[in-house]
Each structure stands twice: as C-alpha cells, then as structure tokens.
C-alpha cells in the first residue's frame, strides 16, 4: 500500500483515515521486506512520501504544521534521518518551525520583549534541575535545530524571514549556557550554528534594522569565554561578528574582550580554520567598530579603541605562529587603516619583542604597498621626534620625564626614540624592502614620498644634534648615528636621476652629519657596478672638490677625496679631472696633518694623474719627488701613531706605484732615488714591506736593464750602508735582468760581474753581526746566480772562473765568499760542476795548509762535502790527494764541526783504492789522537765508510783490527764504549 499508493496517500493526507494510518505506521515496530531491504513500515512510509515529488506541492501550510508536529513526537522514540528528509522535502516556513519551538518549551516562552532575564516560564529560565520532561523537549529542539540547519542551509536566495527564529535560538542558548559541559556541549555547538546559518543568510541590511533586544552578544561573549571547544568558541565568534552588524555599540564597549580571546587563543592554535576565523571575524568587528565610533559624541572613542585593538594583537603576538602573524597584523591594519595605524603596530612590536621586534616589522613593511610602508616610516620619524603625554601614554611610556635621573638613566620615551629610528633603518636596508621600491621608484607618488622621508630625516638629524633636554651623552650620539643611517638609507634608495639631482644640495649642507651621509651614499653608488648613469656624473666632480678642499671634518674630507678618486675612474673624458689635479697639488697636501686625510688625498692623486695620462705629464715628476722626499725623511707627526704612519707611507708607495706604471719614461732623474727609497724601505719597515715589494716590482718591470745596470753602481752605494736594503736590491737586478733573452745577457754578462763583484765585497766591511752578514751574501750569490744560471753552460763557467779568480787570492773574508759562492754553485749545477772539482779541490787544500778563522773552515769544509756529493775525486794526481788528505787531517783542523761530514764525502767519491788506502790509514793513525772527541769523530767516519762500501772494505780491515784493539782499552769509557759498538755492527754492515 504505501509503495503503490504514496501519491494517493499524499493526496488525501488531510483526511481522519489517511492520518489515522499515517499515524499507525509511525507509531507501530513492524518490519517489512521492499526491493530486497527489510525496514520498519515506519522508515519505508517516511521515505516513499519524501521520495514524492507532490510532496511540497500538495501540502499546504496546515498539513505541514500538522505534519511536522507529528515528526517532532516521532523523533522521541526514532530518530531516523528519513524524518528529516521528509520535512526537507517539503520546506516549513520560519513562523512553522517557531510555532513548533513553542509547542516543545510552552506559547509564551519566546514571546518577551527582550533575551536577556528569567521571562515568564521557569521551562526556559526555571532551576538547573533536569527533568524527565525537560530531557524530552531538548531531544525534540536538538531534533528541530538539525533540520532548521539544513533547511537554511538549502534556502539561500529566497525570501523568507528567518529572523523570526534568531530571538528563539539566543533565548535557548542562554538556557544551554547554563548546562554542565557534558551535557550542554553538543546543544551549545548546534545553536551557535544555526545562530551563523540564520544570521548571514539575512542581508546586512536587515540586520541594522533589526530591534537591540533582538540579539543577545554579550551571551555569546560568555560562550567565547567559558566554553572549552575551540570549534565551538570560533562559531561564537562568527556569530558575533554578524550581530557587530547590529549592534556595534556593544561591540565597541567589549571590543577589548573580544580581541584578547582571539589573540590569547584563537589564533595561538597553529591552524588554517581558526585562522581564516579570526581573519573573518576582524574584517566584520572592525568596521562595526568604526561604525559606531561615528555616532555623535562618539568620534573621540575610535583611536583608543583601535590603539587598544592593536596593544592586544602585539601583546599576543609572542604566542601567535610566526608564518601566521604577518598575514594577520597586515588585515588587521588594512581593517584599521595603514596610514594611521601602520607606525603605531611597528612601534609596539619592537617595544613589546626586543629581541625579534625588527624582523617582524621588517616582514611587515614587505607585504604592504611600497607607498603605503614609507608613508608610516615617515609617520614614524615624525611622530617619534616630538614628546607629548598623548604619545607617551599611547605606547605605555611613564607621562612625566624624570630629569634628576635621566643623565645616568635613560627616559623610557628616548629610548623607544632609538628603536624607532633602528625599525626605519633595519626596514630601510633590508633586500626585500630595496628591491620592492626599486620596481616602483620611478612613479611619482614613491618619489615624492622619498623626497619627504629624506627631509624628515634631515630635520631629525638636526633636531636631535641639538636636543636639549638631559639624557645619557651614549643615547644621545646613538639617536644622531641612528637618524644619520636613516639618510643614508633614504637617498641610496633614490633613483639615479633624483639621486644626482639631491647630492649636490645635500653635499653643500650646513650640517656636518648631512654631508657626510650624503658622501657616504656617494660613494657606495660610485662603487662599481654604478647604477648611476655614467655620461651625467660630470656635476658631481665641482662640489666633491670643493668638499674635499673645504671640509673641516676630517672623516667627511677623507670621504670626498676618496668620492673624488672614484669618480675619476668613472669619467670618460679625462678633461673634466683637471679641475681636480690642480686643486689637489703638492702644496694642498703639505696642509693636511690628519693621516687618514693625506693617505686619501695622495691615493686620489695618483688615480686622477694616471685617468688624466697625457694631460698629467707636467705634474707627476713633482708629485714624485714630493712623496720621495716625505718618505725619505719621514717627517711625520709625532701624533700619530705607528698605524696611522703606516696608512700614510702605504697610501704613498701605491700612489707612487700607479704613476711609475703610468709615466716611467717621464720619470728617469728619479729613478735612481726611487729603487734605494723602495730597497731602503723593503728592508726596514714591517708594515710597508708588502706594498714597498710591489712598488719594487712594478719598478723592476718597468725601467729598461740596460738602464738599470748602468746605474746599478751608484744604485749599490746608496744602499750599501743598510744591511736590509742590499737583498732588496740585488733581486731587483735580478727581477730586472730576468725579462733579457739569453742572447742579450750574454752581452751584458760583464756589467753583471761587475756589479756582482762589487757587491760580494759587503763581507769585507768592517762588521761585527756575522750572521747578518751571511745573510746578505747568501742573498747576492742567489740573485747573482738566477741571473747566471740562465746562460749556457759555456758561457755560464768563465763568468764563473773569473768570480773565482777575484777572490782566490785574497783575505780570508773574499775566501770565505768564494767558497760559499762554490758551494751554492755546486748545489745547483750538481754533476755539471765537473769543470769546477779540480779548482775547488787544489783551493782547499792551499787554504787549509795555515790555521784559519772558523768561518773560512767551515764555509770551505761545507763547499768540499757539496761539491763531492755529486761528483768523484778522479781529476787530481796521488800527490795531490795526498796533500789533500793531509791538510784535512792536520792536527788543528780536526776539532773542526764540520771535518766529519766532509772526510766522509771524500772517502765516498774516492773510486781510487789507493787513494782509499792512503785516506783509510791517515783515519786510523788519527785514532791515536790524544783528543777524545777527535777519536770518536774518526769512529763515526769509519762506520759509515764501512757502510757505503760494504764488502769491499775488507781489505782494508787487518790494518784497522791493531788500532782497534787499542782503542778498546781507551782511557775514555765513552770512545772504548763507541769502539765496541763499531766492531759489534761490523759483520751487518759488511753484509
């Protein structure tokens, strides 16, 4: 019946028989089988009527009600959605769905004129004692506000008065905000969501003129702080941001409360929704807000309370997730309005953050509209460098300035002073920030803005320099440096065309710290790559020169000297430099006493007389011999200290370094003085070696040999009398003579001698610090033979033999230096110093023939052992390895440290077993020394005589065995002990 008859039974539904079993089905248990399902009859019939498409159709008003009331009874022992479903079929009216909500709680519990008070009927306001009865109607109104959820949802978009119901749900949720938690939590969630569905349904225009009474926010403001839910707190909130729409009074009296919950919780939940709530909620509240704020009497009201909005959202920004902060406070000032709000919101970040305030603000000021970001730093130096009650009690700042204490203590309000300024400044230089205002500095609005904020900075710069009220002297100079990085910042963001057009006023300023700013941004714009366009950089060069001549600050001088040099290399037509080199002459750098200032200006002057070439010939020989003279004498002042002397002779050798390179063919009567000056100061001072090298270098690459060497004698005079500067300048000969073909020095090779020879005479001065000495001849046979050694063999050993010569007859100091000149010599040629063997054999023995000086022994010992490490004793006769041998043994000479070395060199490069035999046996008469050290030198000589030879020592060895019997019963417990020793490893090593 009801699966055939569904239409018919809609048809007649008014009917006493069709209800009667309408009736009966919902009421009876029974179960049935349809299409394979079973389902109880009550189920199938609900279905079917709802699957009907003459449902809504055919019922009228009367049967709806009649309809739903059943519904709402039925749901008491089912509560199956096809009842739901039915009713969404056949949509109630709100006034329906109201006459049921007063069937369940009684006909006048909804019918007072206000929300809020007990009302008539204790079944709404009555005790908190629930009954059977009252458990009952609540699962009736859960049941109803379920489908009025649904049914609002479906309505959209068509007329219907829905505000009917919203006095009903604020009377009811006042009844559930008085439940337990457990009870009362699924009702409270369930009301505040039908209360959203009806509320922004309903237009907002609607909303304004609904009745005060109507809507109840202050209870929604007690669900906001006592329900547990988030969810359900979130709801509440939406809700009472559609009834601000009403009733923005109330919201401006609670405004405080509402915006804690959101900032205390809701947003400290690191989540999307509560989010997106918060964010819906502020661009509803907020503007409710200002609404109000319009009314008369009210208009005074508006700045506190967003200052208020604004102090709880930073006071609960610590708490806020940082990825989500940003994006709020950006809605938030956008609700409140950035111009005025937009500094305010910086400032308290920093002074409530100390520690992260300047990157939120930053990240802040690179989510707004460039536009927008520098009017509120503007606002901010503005506002800031005034001092008045009405800002101090803005940002929380004691009223009254203790003046007692303020010059050990600083005034709260002088110091958020400074954080402002460093908000600017951080704001200012940060990537983001610059590189947003470079894509839109050339519109108008940004420039004008920038124009204002360089202004501003110029005042605050001014109006800090001179304050006047007591403050700690550090604060006070933090606030100027601080204002003077703020123009800084300011102009370096300009674009290049205002940037020019700005400088030269700034340049010309009154105030010393303007200048310097500007010159600061000058010279990082000069800087290469120089984002300023090249061809109108010529107005720039009268006011930097006129600085640079004018300046009585001496870092602001050295900063437009230094400009002035930068911009010399950045000019393309070197005509408009000459204002400068004639500004900057010898006499204008003789007035300069601060170091820093004479080190830029000389530096300025070598760059602008080398961009100027051509142009500059007449002036640099005059400039040189200005910088020669003042290291030559080294007048400086005895202020300064050892640092500041040596900024001033580095900044002059580079100076003079670039004009050699630029003008050493103009330079020729200076050359001379140039190499002893760099040679002298190579040598002697520390903190100039470094650059006096390169000078030194650049001059060996760029005066020609031949002139070198034609000067190298009075060249060697000039520096003969410092031992440090005569390395310096023999390997700048060699540096020199190095870039000549093998052929040309072949051609040259006498003057090399000449000078050469001269200078291995340095031993023959009279001197006491033999080491130093041996140093400085070390150093000239080694520059002397990087130039030799790069001849031929052939043409390398009369030069050699004839160095040789000059001193093999000599005193024992030229012996001393043609031995060392044989053993480095030796070292370098190895095998190829055969030509040289038979000489410096025969010479050693002469010289060794007569008791000599210690260091003669030792410089012509040690040339004998290099010499025979690479090559044998086989071009002398017997007779004169006899002599030889003979002459290394004598008595006087065996005491000498290095005998050792060089008897077993000799026993090694001996081939001859004669000449073996005859040393072999000298050694072990020399055994019988009275000497104990002289023993034990022997015996170390004859192991490793055994060793090198092996096995064919053996037949030598019965002439050893006599002197070794002996020697095991040396007085000496040390030399028998060694003795032992030698003959215990005798069998291994002649093995």
């Avoid at 009201?301 to 200052?307: F, K």
């Avoid at 580079?654 to 630029?662: D, G, H, K, S």
């Avoid at 002298?680 to 650049?698: A, D, N, Q």
């Avoid at 140093?775 to 052939?794: G, H, K, N, P, T």
Wanted: charged share 20%; hydrophobic share 40%; glycine share 4%.
């Amino acid at each position: 019946m009801i699966t055939q008859f569904t239409e018919v039974l809609i048809d007649n539904l008014a009917s006493d028989s069709v209800w009667t079993f309408f009736s009966s089905c919902l009421s009876t248990k029974m179960i049935v089988t349809c299409s394979g399902l079973t389902k109880q009859v009550s189920h199938l019939l609900l279905s079917s009527l709802a699957s009907s498409p003459l449902l809504a159709e055919k019922v009228k008003d009367k049967q709806q009600a009649k309809l739903l009331s059943s519904l709402v009874k039925f749901c008491l022992s089912d509560t199956t959605l096809e009842a739901r479903n039915l009713v969404l079929a056949s949509p109630p009216s709100p006034s329906l769905l109201l006459d049921q909500f007063k069937n369940i709680w009684g006909q006048e519990a909804f019918s007072g004129g206000r929300v809020v008070g007990r009302g008539k009927f204790s079944l709404l306001y009555g005790s908190k004692d629930t009954s059977e009865e009252d458990v009952e109607r609540w699962v009736q109104t859960c049941w109803l506000l379920e489908v009025t959820e649904k049914l609002v949802g479906q309505q959209k978009g068509k007329e219907e008065d829905w505000l009917l119901l919203a006095r009903p749900m604020f009377v009811l949720l006042r009844k559930v905000a008085d439940m337990e938690v457990e009870e009362g939590t699924y009702k409270l969630s369930l009301l505040l969501s039908v209360l959203l569905q009806l509320l922004s349904f309903v237009p907002d225009s609607k909303l304004r003129q609904l009745e005060t009474g109507q809507l109840d926010p202050e209870l929604l403001v007690h669900c906001i702080r006592t329900s547990p839910s988030p969810d359900t707190r979130q709801t509440a909130l939406q809700v009472l941001a559609r009834c601000a729409v009403s009733n923005p009074d109330f919201i401006l009296q609670n405004s405080i409360t509402i915006f804690t919950f959101m900032g205390s919780h809701l947003l400290k939940v690191d989540s999307k929704h509560s989010f997106q709530v918060a964010c819906q909620a502020l661009e509803v509240i907020v503007p409710a807000i200002k609404t109000a704020c319009q009314a008369p009497g009210k208009a005074h009201q508006l700045q506190a309370t967003c200052l208020g909005v604004l102090t709880t959202f930073v006071d609960a920004s610590l708490d806020i997730p940082a990825h989500r902060l940003t994006e709020f406070l950006v809605r938030l000032i956008n609700c409140l309005g950035d111009s005025e709000h937009l500094w305010i919101a910086a400032l308290l970040l920093v002074r409530k953050d100390k520690a992260g305030g300047e990157r939120r603000v930053v990240e802040l000021f690179s989510q707004l509209e460039v536009e927008r970001g520098l009017e509120a730093l503007l606002r901010l130096l503005v506002n800031t460098r005034s001092d008045g009650p009405h800002l101090r009690k803005m940002f929380g700042v004691r009223l009254e300035r203790r003046e007692e204490e303020a010059v050990e203590k600083p005034d709260e309000w002088d110091v958020l002073r400074l954080r402002a300024l460093q908000v600017v400044t951080q704001v200012l230089s940060a990537t983001s920030f610059k590189r947003r205002v470079g894509q839109v500095v050339e519109e108008d609005e940004v420039g004008q803005m920038l124009n204002l904020l360089i202004e501003a900075a110029i005042l605050t710069i001014q109006e800090y320099g001179t304050i006047s009220v007591p403050m700690p002297a550090k604060l006070k100079k933090n606030l100027v440096n601080q204002s003077e990085r703020v123009l800084e910042y300011s102009l370096s963001l300009l674009p290049p065309s205002l940037f020019l057009q700005l400088t030269s006023s700034l340049l010309s300023s009154t105030t010393p710290s303007v200048r310097q700013r500007a010159l600061e941004v000058v010279s990082s714009k000069l800087a290469p790559p120089s984002p300023l366009p090249i061809p109108s950089l010529s107005p720039l060069v009268s006011p930097l020169i006129t600085l640079a001549l004018t300046e009585d600050q001496p870092h602001t001088q050295q900063l437009a000297l230094l400009a002035v040099r930068q911009l010399a290399k950045l000019l393309p037509d070197p005509q408009q430099l000459l204002q400068a080199a004639e500004a900057f002459s010898c006499s204008f750098l003789s007035q300069l006493n601060n170091p820093k200032v004479l080190g830029a200006a000389v530096l300025s002057c070598g760059d602008i007389l080398t961009c100027l070439g051509p142009l500059a010939v007449g002036r640099v020989p005059g400039l040189v011999a200005w910088l020669c003279t003042r290291l030559e004498k080294e007048e400086e002042s005895n202020e300064w200290t050892e640092k500041e002397v040596a900024v001033v002779h580095n900044s002059f050798l580079y100076c003079l370094q670039r004009l050699v390179e630029a003008f050493v063919g103009f330079l020729h009567p200076l050359l001379p003085r140039l190499v002893a000056l760099s040679c002298k100061l190579t040598g002697s001072s520390p903190s100039t070696i470094g650059r006096s090298k390169m000078l030194l270098t650049c001059l060996a690459t760029t005066i020609p040999p031949h002139t070198t060497l034609s000067l190298s004698t009075q060249l060697l005079e000039s520096v003969w009398s410092e031992a440090s500067s005569v390395p310096a300048f023999v390997n700048f000969v060699a540096d020199n003579c190095r870039r000549l073909e093998r052929g040309q020095l072949s051609s040259v090779s006498k003057q090399v001698v000449d000078l050469f020879t001269r200078a291995l005479g340095y031993r023959s001065r009279p001197t006491t610090d033999t080491e130093t000495v041996d140093q400085v001849e070390d150093s000239i046979i080694s520059a002397f033979l990087s130039i030799a050694l790069r001849l031929s063999l052939e043409d390398f050993i009369p030069v050699y033999q004839r160095l040789i010569s000059l001193h093999l007859v000599g005193t024992d100091a030229q012996l001393t230096t043609m031995f060392n000149l044989t053993n480095k010599v030796g070292s370098k040629l190895k095998s190829l110093f055969s030509f040289g063997v038979e000489s410096c054999l025969l010479a050693v023995t002469n010289v060794l023939k007569d008791e000599r000086p210690a260091g003669l022994v030792s410089a012509c010992l040690n040339s004998l052992t290099t010499v025979l490490t690479y090559n044998k004793v086989e071009v002398i006769t017997l007779v004169q390895y006899e002599q030889l041998v003979t002459t290394m043994l004598s008595t006087w000479l065996l005491s000498s440290t290095s005998l050792s070395s060089s008897l077993v060199q000799l026993a090694t490069s001996t081939p001859d077993d004669t000449n073996w035999k005859y040393l072999h046996y000298q050694l072990l008469l020399v055994l019988r020394d009275s000497r104990a050290s002289v023993r034990l030198m022997v015996l170390s000589v004859l192991t490793k005589c055994v060793t090198d030879r092996t096995d064919t020592y053996l037949p030598v060895l019965p002439d050893a065995v006599p002197f070794l019997q002996e020697i095991l019963e040396d007085d000496d417990q040390t030399v028998e002990a060694a003795c032992r020793d030698f003959i215990q490893q005798l069998p291994m090593m002649l093995e």
